[in-house]
């Protein structure tokens, strides 16, 4: 296996085409169209998975004789895995995304990285959200940079990027702009709806100190989108059955919202530890599982409600693990990974390059072949609409799955 | 109350009660001279763990990177038992900002814990590197940098173990350059080079000691900044103590830091020319800025955002309390984007208006309420994955379910003690009186505004509810 870097650019592996039995067209058809906001209307759903999850376990190369041989305890039998092709493999929880892999609506993207790996968690995770070069400590994040954009200082809710959660990742934070962290549309809502702080925007919404200007704007906003994004999860709520898992109950929140008008085009939202050092088949599977339910519902929901087109679910994770397995059942940190995209809307599917070649490692790990910021500069332009270089600080060459 | 509080919280982590009442004819020198005085001595060692002898061995924590001395399930109880030591020390930590009156050395040791950010899972080496900084906050930074350069924590964070003859690792020197003294673009990548080669060797033994590893030292020529020789870690110390440029840059965080987000140039100019001169004496460059007439200027007070820590701090000290679960402060810090001892990286917490987002405002305006009226926390924070080595739950998750379940409330505050210190105040000055003792900004919020919520029945009623409304303003997030 010889891993030619770049090609897969203009090659694309076309693995899954013979799989497309179901055009998009027919799917869709005689699916209620409820959407307030006109299908077309595209949304990135990024999701993270925090700790660095195993890749080689995620997506198996299950008739590679490397793999298999720094994995004896660890590594899964071709039997056990879900059969992509003759020569890959997905973990056996993730049955809906091998699902959405038949069906067409599903691209994998192997050995995604980037220069000088840092195996720290938090470094690593830094690098991916300020999408900074290894070597540099950026303040703010590329959704967030896309949300500086996107809102330009100009528009009535800076709600374009969300962040389903209670505490707003470095990913949201801009310059101009911060995301806003909302783990429960009606909590937020509640807990801003404190009458002395209306009473203090009333009469003291204008500071001639800039700094505390800024408090009280970032206030007043602060309670204005959560009564926007309140009344948005209210209009439309998702009415499908999800598991009443975290991840499950943040899926439906992001459909529901997705359903209504809101003006928001990104969600984030993490899920882990896949920090398996140790055991790390029950940790893996358990997590998987929980991925694979909540995931699963979301697809089936927005296909109902015909919006499975115009939303694009991206996984990724800080760093891969290691090469060997290590002396626990588990794997130390490593460098690239796989990422997932799922959706309606993708230009190629199925897997998008080569597998990882196991055989050139870099002290026992994978070396990556396509840079996350290509990545990023792909989910920007093609999906997103925005200008990718801008947000991204450089020109950063797109890829052409979308 | 308006001057004397700004070098209170400039200086430290804001008044206590009695410090309100003590009011004197301010002079700068005077209380500065009265702020040094408490900090001078030489602080306790903050401990949590006796040794290395308590099995936290060198890369514990670091999967992968240790030796295979231990079995796994005896190295996850080390891990664990050092997890909780660092814990300890963060709360331990807090408690002397809160109860110290050597305020200005916990500030400054605050400012320095940023400036050498570090993370080590090692809590051994995290006791050492505070006490180094504890000791060396207001003395000498060339004795600062030069402690903390050599401490196991940092010398391990930054790699210089990696760090051979034949095959540099220059983690190490690029970080002490580009965030510890010269700045980014004051530096060549040849310096950077030339430095790594300079530093080999640095490193430390199974009893947490710095020790010189001459065998894989590079004992070859090296030119760094336009100095040549054949120098090693304490030359290039040396060489870059030597360059203004070291004092300038400083200077120039210290005075972020204390002054203002936006330097003023001839400020820092006259500030960091004569802390080069002394020496790089760190108690005469802060008593250069704290007895400055332009420290006490209107567009240096009350403007600056406070960091989660300081508003913790603060909010305990002017309003004493008890804590149930003092765990419960690392909770907040994790709402609010500090957690002590776990730097965002290396380049340490960059403030200012970072602090601040819809949410994070949001769990500030609400920290008063939640300690003193018993409003649940509600809310679920991040897990910190270097910290927690993928066990399921963040590490401070069991707080959440037990803070929940009290329905006093997360602390009983002591409101006898608030009432006694405004005692001599009528009760129709009393508004005034708590919003300066409260708020550095001018004008107060309007009167009615918070009086509109206030607890009239008692005079103690009063009092706290209208501390507590005062805490929750966006004022209250400014020193």
Sequence with gaps: MHIRRRQFLQQGTMAAAGTMLIPQFLQALGQPQVAAVPPGTKVLVVLQLSGGNDGLNTIIPVRNDIYYRSRPRIGIAKDKALALTDEVGIHPALTHFKQCYDQGEMAILNSVGYPNPDRSHFRSMDIWHSASPSNQYWNTGWLGRYLDAACNGTCAHATQALEIDDVLSLALKGDQQKGMAVQDPARLYSSSQNKLYRSLLATKAQQEEPTANYLYKTLGNAINNADYIFKASKASTSTATYPSTELGKSLKTIASLVFSDINTKVYYVSLGSFDTHTNQDNQQNRLFTELNGAVGAFVSDLKAQGRFDDVLLCTFSEFGRRVAQNGSGGTDHGTANNMFFVGGGLKRKGLLNDMPNLSTLENGDLIHQVDFKNVYATLLNQWLKADANAILGTPTQALDFI | ?479
């Excluded at chain 2, 060797?201 to 009893?207: A, K, Q, T, V």
Aim: proline share 5%.
């Design chain 2, 1 to 479: 109350m308006l001057l004397q509080n700004h070098l209170f919280w400039r200086s430290g982590f804001g008044p206590t009660p009695q410090m309100q009442n003590q009011a004197k004819a301010f002079t700068a020198k005077k209380y500065w001279d009265a702020v040094w005085q408490s900090a001078e001595k030489a602080p306790m060692p903050l401990q949590v763990t006796q040794s290395m002898a308590d099995g936290m061995m060198n890369g514990l924590g670091q999967p992968g990177g240790q030796a295979q001395m231990e079995s796994e399930a005896s190295r996850e109880v080390l891990r664990k038992q050092s997890r909780q030591n660092i814990r300890n020390l963060n709360l331990l930590w807090i408690n002397e900002m809160v109860e110290s009156p050597a305020q200005l050395r916990e500030k400054m040791s605050l400012f320095w814990h940023g400036h050498f950010a570090c993370r080590s899972l090692n809590a051994f080496f995290q006791q050492q590197l505070l006490h180094s900084i504890r000791e060396n906050a207001l003395g000498s930074f060339a004795t600062l940098l030069r402690e903390v350069s050599k401490s196991p924590a940092m010398l391990q964070f930054l790699n210089n173990q990696q760090n051979r003859k034949n095959s540099p690792n220059e983690n190490f020197a690029r970080e002490v350059m580009e965030l510890f003294t010269l700045g980014r673009g004051n530096y060549s990548e040849k310096d950077v080079k030339e430095a790594a080669r300079a530093f080999t060797g640095w490193s430390f033994d199974l009893s947490g000691q710095f020790i010189f590893r001459k065998g894989i030292h590079d004992g070859g020529q090296k030119t760094l900044l336009g100095k040549t020789g054949n120098f090693n870690g304490d030359d290039v110390i040396d060489v870059l103590l030597a360059k203004e440029q070291t004092a300038a840059f400083i200077t120039n965080k210290i005075y972020r830091f204390l002054v203002n987000d936006a330097p003023n140039p001839d400020h820092i100019k006259w500030l960091s020319k004569r802390f080069f001169e002394s020496q790089y004496s760190i108690q005469k460059l802060l008593e250069d800025i704290f007895t400055a007439s332009w420290f006490y200027d209107k567009a240096n007070i009350g403007n600056r955002i406070k960091s989660p820590v300081e508003l913790l701090v603060g909010l305990r000290r002017q309003m004493p309390m008890k804590l149930h679960n003092e765990a419960s402060q690392l909770v907040f810090q994790r709402a609010l984007g500090q957690v002590l001892m776990y730097p965002p990286n290396v380049a340490g917490w960059p403030g200012g208006q970072n602090w601040i987002d819809a949410s994070a405002l949001m769990f500030r305006m609400r920290l008063p309420q939640i300690l003193a009226q018993g409003q649940a926390i509600n809310l679920k924070t991040k897990g910190d994955d270097d910290a927690d080595m993928g066990r399921m739950q963040p590490a401070d998750s069991p707080i959440l379910p037990a803070v929940a379940a009290r329905q006093r409330g997360v602390a009983t505050i002591n409101w006898e003690e608030i009432v006694a210190a405004f005692a001599n105040v009528n009760r129709e000055n009393l508004y005034q009186q708590l919003g300066e003792s409260l708020l550095q900004m001018r004008p107060l919020p309007p009167k009615a505004t918070l009086e509109a919520f206030a607890q009239k029945e008692s005079r103690e009623q009063y009092i706290s509810s209208i501390m507590v409304w005062l805490m929750s303003t966006p004022e209250y997030q400014l020193c």
